[in-house]
């Protein structure tokens, strides 16, 4: 016997759009365990079956069906279970729909069809389904298919077999059918020849015939640890050492499960007045460059980002947790060695650390005209080295080999300047930089113009020293620009790039030429 | 002094901003004494950028982008990258140009502009639309009178050598004739360039010269241009990144600043001057000649016409009386003073083809005026009997060549007639005249809110309601139809959209096809014209549309298509040539009867519910009558406030009277009301004493309203002239206020008596052929006002009998029965391929062997026969064998009046097909479904969708059983089980339940768009009445200003610019059709309940007077509960 739980939507939410396909169906995943931070009800609905049956299997994120076999010693008869599970999810404020039947099909589509307990005799399946509308099928599209697949076949072919499945209904309302009972009631032969096995795997649904046997889930593992702690601490030295305590077993836990951690939550009970009501937490998450479980490495990342945001009091009590994902498998060559990425992940979480995860990277370009625009991108060097072939010169290159090509060394963020122009020429640039304190010009290039991204919103005020901090985050640039620049050759022997903000006739030095 | 020679306007589609009058209107602020305007590919606003710099005294030099692929001389028709190479920043050494390249080219003389026409039409003949390109050996040989510019972009030729692409130009243009063209755009890369290609030009003797490679008239309309380069790369402005411009500095500069930025290289300033100079080339003449007619020996093209006129004078007016002779006489002394005759020879020679091959042609518009138009054939109203004005046609002081416009039948008709045109004349001598597609409302809305990146959902919303309808709200605002789709203008995107969506209106966005407009041409039109292939396969047109054509005194003939054309064409092919149209009786009783009932849903130019509602009041009862009711629903008349006045004369409600008596002979039968345009004339030449040109001259200053200084001025002369004659104050007041208001809408009056004959045709086949009218008007369709699924309900309401979409007997086309009843043709099945409805359409052939028993009833399918125990319906005793449909073995259901029973002693099984329910005349055309599925190549939808509507009857199955057995025939059973004895000798019976009613009109809806059963409202019509909602036909009958309730389907949705706001919908029962009236204020409240429920329940105020009812709307619901899909025509 099996039973199935139902968790109904709330009549005021919408569906989850975001987990649901191009047809508003409901994304195939066997991977709920992941989801149950995120769904509490369901992860409940998850762990009252469990507490009855261990051969619980998991459909989409409101459906669970567990098999009762063997439980009729220790509750009773079906419907005793039945009401058992329904008062047990309503004790943790679950409205389920409960249905029990002999076979897991019938007890889904009940369960979806019919609000509270229902219990079938076994025999008596197709009967109780049959004045169930065909709608039932669409609306079970995910549901009907789980239980038609092997939980070894990969996710594409299932998606595929997810679209038939939903236009298939609309096929059978084309015919005049309305209930499953009409469904069941066509000659199997015939719908065999006109839909194929498909349409015999939809008969059998509707007659509520078992397609395959239960598949049982396994138990979602967290990774969390926490340490109550006898008096309080305060500063991170001491942290440091529950910290380690905490951090060791967990990273044994992610070996043993071959996992590794990707986002690294700490979680700090504050030590707070007697008179206050509620208990102040100092929470901090930092995301992991690449999955790793060096428990060294995570308490040194840990405190790291706490040393830039310490806990304003004592600590009562630590927690740590991680999201993990898949381990990784690090591929080595006959003739290169893979890069010690747990160095370097470190070194990035450390540099990110220090600056901020957006400081941390490498450049790359932006297909835009904005002067001096780059973005940064993941720091992500070639797995292997090798040793760049010598620049030969090509006798058919028209391209003089040896060209002494000036580079421009720019200024992040630029220096404000003041310019004197003669005849609109730059002939005088100074700035208040030590360095660069600028001089009489003996040569000017320019103006050369260039302006774009009008359809964003101006962010530029009246003030021109606010365009320093504009133009400082150029690679993050969310306004219009104009501007001229110049490359002017100071009597000092330097050139410089200055460049005059038009919009508001601001003047910086924005790099030199070398 | 600095000339721009190098500018290209919005005519460079997409890649150019500004229209050419902008660019001369900038041009000529600036001081510019000439211009150059250079657009891609072509001289498409060439005219326009000529008519604006001659009224503003600024030479206009003509030239174009060439665009040359020279790396790929074997394959100059596939440019690999269709782009906007004057924008592409680096032709660096390193990164060469992709091919291909834009050469741009100024004409110098006459020859260079034939050499450049000639070329472009090469390029684009040999080009799928908006392709192609040439090669630099095309070029040789062809360049004389021309002068290339060589800019950066030939730089990035490496393989020919230093200097690029620059020595061969120099080779096949001559060194005379190319100019290096330096620009300076402030761009760091550009200007090491210019140092190169100032090196060049002085290596190789060749001048420089300098241009700005102008994109737009102004700074500001660089956020413009961006867009446009957005949708020209189908791109958003946040990811077009460096396909953007990289400044504003391609405006047309002043030439101060271009001194300016040229003041290191003044001879390139002063080679402008001098360029401009040695380029001659105005459009003032280019060449054009209308072909010669070729006449017998020994005649001249005069004398031939005069011939000819008279042989078919007599034959028209019999007899050949003084008024017609002295008025042909007059017409042709005038045509050969202007030496027209050559032209009416063309066209009769265009008419006397149609004859020859039995196409219907009539001519129309202001031809209709002129005796000797009649004459020859080529229009049908007789000028002289109607007493209209010649003037309005011909006139000599205008000086213009006379337009005349022929209907011929729409579809493969007048296509026969264009194409004999282009075999005539030679493909390079005739084309079709152009028609600019520019942005309007919605598209510019689309396509700004695309590039700037809103959210798909929003653009739709906001492309819906920008100009939704015809009228337009003063407090409609730009700003409050954007807050109404909740889009904030303090939100910058919602504010650049308010910004480009206004400039981009009235923009080119590409070319289309004129509706029929041919310019035909004595000897090679290219050399006028660069031509270009239409979409259309068969198609050439060229690169101006019909206004500019006649700004540059090119001829055109149009060559219409008319809907009614080919539907009264059809309809007398249908009953076998019973109804001659040139000998209709002219007064027939039953006809007017029909007008003035306004019964007229179908019927040539009076079945708009305006003209509808008119009718009963005008109550037309001879050939006039009809004249005028074309004529006065028309903005026009309304406007000008002349309806009700002519309608309560005409109910004598209102006395006749004249604003001066010298009026009355003008104005004696519209009864004082001015209605057609020859009125107008005449009124100025009566009043202000004008001449037949100097009236025309007028109407056209009145009717060109952007001009209001000429309107000022013809007003003045008007004023002016009346004066003479004595007429002033209130009566002078009163004529020209009715001028006014008129000339912009009036209708000819010589071209509503040629709408109101085809009017007349019309009516008098529906009254007394339906059944042909009605097939002729499906097999015809889109047109006319009404969709399908109305036509057929009328026809219907008339007692036109319909027989279902079926495999076994439809054709492609509708037709008519032996019955007398119309046959749904296969054409109307949604989504059926027309190659497997003309397959089965075929199927006929052969397939009769092995059939027995083909005359059988067999008692189950189709539609049942008379005399069969279930054909009469026991409710309405309605015996019909086509409104009663065999739903399932046994059981019927009335389409009259929705009642379905059962017969119990009818058999329960289905018939297998071996006895199919045909007549014995008529062999199937296929044994089975299977064999359908085998011989024609239909796919599975197809199948399903014809077993939906019903389309296997007779094949003994009913919809659903068809269903079922469709769904195995179109299963492949693979090669083990698709052998001719595999397959089952029975089908077998189906499980499935048979069809409801509502079911069966849902799956009509669904198939064909139409239901020749009950109408969806009859289906509910016992809850309606429960609900008190009348049926339409019940209104005429009800008390006017009584509070009612009327509920339909909504054929049609209005807005008309004329009515202040007023909404007009037609909801359609199954008795008929029901006007309502929408209140703005209502509308507005109510406007997506209108705008998109299909089924409508009015509750509102009857108005009945006159014996036109309509109901005033107070409440509006939405009809729910069908799954149908009405299709009806808006009219925005």
């Known amino acids: ?514 | 002094m600095y000339f721009e020679l190098h500018a290209a306007s919005a005519f460079s589609f997409l890649e150019a901003a500004s229209l050419p009058e902008t660019l001369i209107a900038q041009a000529a602020r600036y001081g510019y004494p000439a211009m150059a305007l250079l657009d891609r590919d072509g001289v498409y606003g060439a005219p326009r950028f000529h008519r604006a710099a001659t009224a503003t005294g600024i030479k206009a030099i003509i030239g174009a982008e060439l665009t040359i692929n020279p790396t790929n001389p074997t394959n100059p028709t596939r440019p690999t990258i269709p782009t906007n190479p004057s924008l592409t920043p680096h032709p660096s050494p390193l990164t060469p140009y992709p091919s291909p390249l834009r050469v741009p080219v100024l004409v110098e003389s006459t020859e260079g502009y034939r050499n450049l026409c000639r070329l472009v039409t090469r390029m684009k003949m040999r080009s799928p639309k908006g392709e192609g390109a040439l090669t630099l050996d095309e070029l040789d040989g062809q360049t004389r009178g021309l002068i290339a510019l060589a800019g950066r972009e030939l730089l990035g030729f490496q393989k020919y050598g230093v200097g690029g692409l620059i020595d061969p130009l120099v080779g096949v243009f001559g060194r005379g004739s190319v100019y290096v063209e330096i620009q300076r755009h402030l761009l760091r890369d550009e200007e090491v360039d210019n140092r190169m290609l100032a090196d060049i030009a002085s290596t190789f003797h060749v001048p420089i010269v300098a241009t700005n490679g102008v994109r737009f008239a102004a700074p500001a309309e660089r956020p413009l241009f961006d867009v446009l380069t957005c949708i020209h790369h189908k791109t958003t402005l946040g990811q077009a990144g460096k396909k953007l411009a990289r400044n504003a500095e391609r405006y047309l500069k002043p030439p101060e600043e271009m001194a300016r930025l040229f003041r290191d290289l003044p001879e390139a300033l002063t080679a402008t001057e001098a360029l401009a100079d040695r380029l001659d080339y105005t459009m003032a003449d280019l060449g054009y000649r209308f072909p010669d007619y070729p006449v017998p020996p020994g005649e001249t093209h005069i004398s031939f016409l005069r011939k000819l006129t008279d042989l078919g004078a007599r034959e028209r007016y019999r007899p050949y009386h003084d008024r017609a002779r002295a008025q042909i006489a007059r017409e042709l002394d005038l045509i050969e003073r202007l030496d027209l005759a050559g032209y009416f020879l063309i066209v009769w020679d265009i008419v006397n083809f149609c004859r020859h091959n039995d196409i219907l042609v009539q001519g129309r518009g202001s031809a209709a005026n002129s005796a000797v138009c009649y004459s020859l054939g080529i229009t049908a109203v007789d000028p002289v009997g109607m007493d209209l004005l010649f003037e309005r046609f011909l006139s000599e002081e205008r000086g213009e060549w006379p337009d005349i416009d022929l209907d011929l039948p729409s579809g493969d008709r007048r296509e026969r007639v264009i194409q004999h045109v282009y075999e005539k004349y030679g493909r390079l001598g005739a084309a079709m005249t152009a028609n600019v597609i520019t942005y309007r409302g919605k598209s510019a809305a689309r396509e700004v809110g695309k590039t700037l990146g809103i959210d798909a959902t929003q653009v739709d919303r906001l492309a819906k309601v920008m100009n939704q309808f015809e009228f337009v709200d003063p407090a409609d605002t730009l700003h409050k139809r954007m807050r109404e789709v909740g889009c904030d203008l303090d939100h910058p995107t919602f504010r650049w959209f308010a910004e480009l969506w206004n400039r981009m209106l009235d923009l080119p966005r590409h070319l289309g096809q004129h509706s029929g407009g041919m310019v035909i041409c004595q000897g090679q039109l290219d050399s006028v014209v660069p031509l270009e292939n239409a979409s259309m396969p068969g198609r050439v047109v060229l690169q101006w549309d019909k206004d500019d054509c006649s700004d540059m005194g090119l001829v055109k003939v149009d060559l219409l298509g008319l809907g009614m054309m080919a539907v009264l064409q059809d309809a007398i092919t249908l009953v076998d040539g019973a109804v001659d149209l040139a000998h209709l009786p002219p007064d027939d009783p039953a006809v007017y009867k029909m007008l003035q009932d306004a019964d007229t849903i179908g019927v040539f130019q009076v079945e708009s519910r305006a003209q509808m509602a008119t009718l009963p009041r005008l109550h037309p009862e001879r050939f006039y009558d009809l004249v005028v009711e074309v004529a006065i629903i028309r903005p026009g008349p309304i406007v000008g406030n002349m309806v009700h006045p002519y309608l309560n004369r005409r109910a004598g409600r209102e006395p006749v009277a004249y604003a001066h008596p010298s009026l009355e002979p003008i104005l004696a039968r519209t009864l004082g009301v001015p209605l057609f345009q020859e009125q107008l004339l005449r009124m100025a030449m009566v009043t202000a004493g004008f001449t037949g040109g100097q009236a025309e001259d007028l109407r056209r200053a009145l009717g060109f309203k952007r001009s209001e200084k000429r309107m000022k001025d013809v007003e003045i002369k008007l004023r002016a002239g009346m004066a003479n004659n004595g007429i002033t104050g209130d009566a002078a007041e009163q004529i020209i206020s009715s001028i006014t208001a008129f000339a912009l809408y009036g209708f000819p009056e010589s071209h509503a008596a040629s709408f109101a004959l085809l009017a007349y045709a019309s009516a008098y086949l529906k009254v007394h052929f339906p059944a042909a009218f009605y097939t002729a008007l499906l097999n015809n369709q889109p047109m006319g006002f009404y969709h399908p699924a109305t036509l057929v309900k009328d026809a219907q309401r008339r007692g036109v009998r319909f027989t279902g979409v079926d495999a076994q007997h439809s054709d492609w086309m509708c037709r008519v029965d032996t019955d007398g009843s119309i046959r749904l043709g296969l054409r109307y099945v949604s989504g059926l391929r027309e190659e497997v409805g003309r397959a089965i359409e075929k199927g006929r052939v052969g397939r009769v062997g092995g059939v027995g028993n083909v005359g059988g009833v067999g008692g189950v399918g189709g539609v049942g026969r008379v005399g069969d125990v279930g054909t009469i319906c026991p409710k309405c005793g309605c015996d019909d064998e086509t409104m009663i449909e065999t739903v399932k073995a046994g059981s019927f259901f009335c389409n009259t009046c929705s009642h379905d029973w059962s017969v119990p002693t009818r058999p329960t099984r289905p018939t297998p097909p071996t006895q199919p329910t045909l007549p014995m005349d008529t062999p199937p055309r296929f044994t089975s479904v299977d064999d359908l599925v085998t011989r024609t190549g239909i796919r599975r939808e197809e199948l399903q969708t014809l077993a939906d509507i019903g389309a296997f009857a007779s094949f003994g199955y009913e919809r659903r059983e068809a269903l079922w057995q469709v769904e195995k025939s179109a299963r492949p059973a693979g090669e083990l089980f698709s052998g001719p004895e595999a397959g089952s000798p029975e089908p077998e019976a189906s499980p499935l339940p048979a069809m409801t009613a509502e079911e069966r009109v849902v799956a009509d809806y669904a198939g064909t768009h139409l239901t020749i059963g009950p109408h969806p409202m009859a289906l509910r019509r016992p809850e309606l009445a429960m609900r008190g909602v009348l049926r339409a036909v019940d209104l005429s009958r009800a008390r006017d200003g009584r509070r009612i309730r009327v509920a339909g389907s909504v054929i049609t949705r209005q807005r008309p610019g004329t009515a202040k706001g007023f909404v007009f919908l037609t909801l359609e029962d199954e008795t008929g059709i029901a006007n309502i009236i929408v209140r703005p204020d209502l509308f507005d409240s109510e406007r997506f309940k209108i705008l998109d429920e299909p089924f409508l329940l009015i509750d509102g105020i009857l108005q009945n007077q006159d014996g036109v009812t309509s109901v005033k709307a107070e409440r509006l619901h939405a009809l729910g509960g069908a799954a149908i899909e009405i299709d009806s025509h808006d009219f925005h």
């Open chain 1, 1 to 514: 016997m099996f039973a199935c739980l139902y968790l109904p939507r709330p009549a005021s939410s919408a569906p989850d759009r975001g987990k649901t396909g191009a047809r508003g169906i409901p994304h195939a995943t066997h991977a709920a365990h992941a989801t149950y931070a995120t769904h509490e009800p369901y992860a409940t609905l998850v762990q009252i079956a469990r507490d009855f049956s261990p051969r619980v299997e998991t459909h989409g994120d409101r459906t669970v069906t567990l098999d009762i076999s063997g439980l009729g010693s220790l509750i009773g008869e079906p419907r005793s279970i039945g009401e058992e599970l329904r008062r047990t999810a309503a004790d943790a404020g679950l409205g389920v729909h409960v249905a029990v039947a002999a076979s897991s099909t019938a007890a889904i589509l009940l369960a979806h069809a019919r609000a509270g307990l229902t219990v079938v005799a076994r025999g008596d399946e197709a009967s109780a389904l049959a004045p169930l509308p065909l709608r039932v099928l669409t609306q079970l599209g995910f549901g009907l298919w789980t239980l038609d697949s092997r939980p070894d076949q990969n996710l594409e072919p299932k998606a595929q077999n997810l679209e038939s499945t939903a236009q298939s209904p609309e096929q059978l309302t084309r015919w005049g059918l309305r209930t499953l009972g009409d469904l069941a009631a066509l000659p199997s032969s015939e719908l065999s020849a006109r839909l194929g096995q498909t349409g015999l795997r939809w008969q059998r649904w509707a007659r509520g015939e078992e397609v395959r046997p239960l598949v049982p889930a396994g138990v979602a593992e967290s990774f969390e640890e926490s340490l109550d702690l006898e008096w309080p601490i305060d500063g991170l030295e001491p942290l440091s050492f529950v910290l380690a305590r905490l951090f060791e077993p967990l990273c044994d836990r992610l070996e043993r499960g071959d996992r590794g951690a990707v986002v690294l939550r700490v979680t700090l009970t504050l030590v707070t007045s007697a008179r206050s009501a509620t208990v102040e937490l100092h929470e901090r998450v930092v995301e992991l460059p690449a999955p790793m479980r060096d428990a060294r490495v995570l308490r040194t990342l840990a405190l790291l980002d706490l040393e830039s945001n310490p806990p304003p009091a004592a600590i009562d009590r630590v927690a740590v947790a991680v999201d993990v994902t898949e381990g990784r498998v690090l591929q080595f060559g006959l003739f290169a060695r893979a890069l010690p990425t747990d160095t370097l992940a470190t070194l990035l979480a450390r540099l990110g650390a220090l600056m901020g995860s957006d400081h941390v990277g490498a450049p790359s370009l932006v297909d835009t005209h904005r002067p001096g625009a780059f973005a940064m991108a993941k720091f992500d060097p070639p797995r292997t080295f090798t040793i760049p072939p010598s620049p030969l010169p090509n006798p058919q290159s028209r391209i003089p080999h040896h060209t002494s090509a000036a580079v421009l060394r720019r200024f992040r963020s630029p220096i404000p300047a003041r310019v004197v122009l003669e005849q609109g020429r730059p002939v005088r640039v100074t700035t208040d930089r030590r360095g660069c304190a600028g001089g009489r010009v003996e040569r000017s290039e320019g103006p050369w113009r260039s302006s774009g991204d009008w359809w964003l919103p101006s962010s530029i005020v009246d003030r021109p020293e606010s365009i320093v901090d504009k133009r400082s985050t150029l690679p993050h640039a969310t306004s219009p620009w104009n501007c001229d620049e110049w490359e002017v050759a100071l009597n000092d022997g330097t050139t410089y790039r200055i460049s005059h903000a038009r919009d508001v006739d601001a003047w910086f030095v924005d790099g030199m030429v070398d």
